[in-house]
């Protein structure tokens, strides 16, 4: 979700922040409640088996705010569209490391009980929104 604006939509729903919401809390709290299930399945599985890839974009380099998260002001309503989205996708890659930290190897090689963790970017797609983000990035001779 990319340059969302802010605000109540006309169902009374707060858009404040929801690049965030939907970009990063959704995944940080889902992946909250599949690590009991991931761990259990990695200490009974073959090392390396057990992964979780957040997924995030080039964006996360591209527009957050220049320093870094802003946590005492996680919702950036004075920010652009794109800096909220910036913002949300750096916080899938810090969370990867996090998630590393915590339940990844502890050396060169995958033990047991092990979760590998990584954060991707998918790449650019072909899209009408792509386009109108990034036309350069998909037709580089226009």
């Known amino acids: 979700m990319a340059s969302h604006p802010t605000g109540v939509n006309r169902d009374r729903l ?3 922040n929801a690049a965030a919401k939907t970009n990063y809390i959704s995944h940080w709290l889902l992946t909250n409640h599949l690590i009991p299930i991931l761990q259990a399945t990695s200490k009974v599985s073959e090392p390396g088996t057990v992964r979780i890839v957040c ?3 080039g964006g996360h ?4 705010p220049k320093e870094g998260i802003r946590f005492e002001d996680t919702g ?9 989205y910036g913002q949300s996708k750096l916080g899938n890659v810090l969370h ?3 998630l590393h930290a915590r339940y ?5 090689k995958a033990m047991p009980g092990d979760i590998l963790t990584s954060s991707v970017n998918p790449g650019n797609y072909d ?4 386009f109108l ?3 350069l990035l998909l037709f580089p001779s226009r």
């Open 104 to 108: 990844g190897p502890k050396g060169n």
């Open 14 to 16: 707060d858009l404040t």
């Open 133 to 135: 983000l990034h036309p």
């Open 96 to 98: 990867a490391k996090q």
């Open 76 to 84: 950036l309503e004075s920010a652009s569209g794109m800096t909220r």
């Open 61 to 64: 380099m591209i527009y957050p």
């Open 127 to 130: 899209t009408y929104a792509t």
């Open 55 to 57: 997924l995030s974009s």
